[in-house]
């Protein structure tokens, strides 16, 4: 695989946002505009289930073998090969990640995993994801309209018909919203051909999930 972009870019302050769906859509964007990759090799994958509980290992924002309660996450995968390629920027692992590494250290196994934890995936096309989604940033508010985090300095993302859609990304009821929907099994066996890479990881450190 080509790496789409270098550690190097990033640790010059290229990434404002601290929500990751606003990163991946800069990052989508960079490839378009740079062209270093086809756009079709590109997926989005927003992560989450239906109580907004979905816990990822080998966050920079984890506790040791602790891992992060999100209420979703986004990353992007490269799949042009078999070895397909995850960008975290959330992430101890390296930048890029190898699919395979990412689900057997990040993802792991989800059979001890308690049933109101296991994670959906979202896969959307980046070139969808990039005509579609929009975010007006009301979900990094307060309820006093105060801002829970300082927003980037950049212009919210919008479409000429939307100004916020961002649920029908996170939701993962299959009628709603962009792209396919699929079950922790279901997306390593489609991008990696099995799901031996998440189940062989040690679950002991999930069993209290």
């Known amino acids: 695989c080509r790496v789409l972009i270098t550690p190097n870019l990033c640790s010059r302050g290229w990434w404002e946002s601290k929500r990751s769906e606003e990163n991946v859509w800069k990052l989508c964007d960079y490839v378009r505009k740079q062209r270093t990759a086809p756009l079709e090799h590109l997926f989005v994958i927003f992560i989450s289930n239906e ?38 920027l959330d992430s101890t692992l390296s930048f890029p990640c190898s699919l395979k590494l990412y689900a057997a ?52 993302i919008c479409t000429a018909e939307c100004q916020m859609n961002l649920d029908g990304f996170i939701n993962m009821d299959p009628a709603i919203g962009w792209g396919v929907v699929f079950s922790l099994n279901h997306f390593l066996q489609r991008y990696i051909g099995s799901t031996s890479s998440a189940s062989s990881s040690s679950s002991s450190a999930a069993r209290s999930w």
């Open 105 to 156: 250290q990040a993802l792991r196994s989800e059979s001890d995993i308690r049933p109101e934890y296991h994670r959906k995936f979202r896969v959307v096309p980046a070139d969808s994801f990039l005509l579609n989604f929009a975010s007006d940033r009301s979900h990094m508010r307060n309820s006093d309209g105060s801002w829970k985090m300082p927003p980037p300095t950049y212009a919210p």
């Open 51 to 88: 109580t907004r509980t979905v816990p990822l290992w080998k966050q920079k924002s984890g506790h040791g073998e602790l891992p992060v309660i999100w209420d979703y996450h986004v990353i992007l995968l490269q799949a042009d090969q078999s070895d397909s390629l995850v960008y975290d």
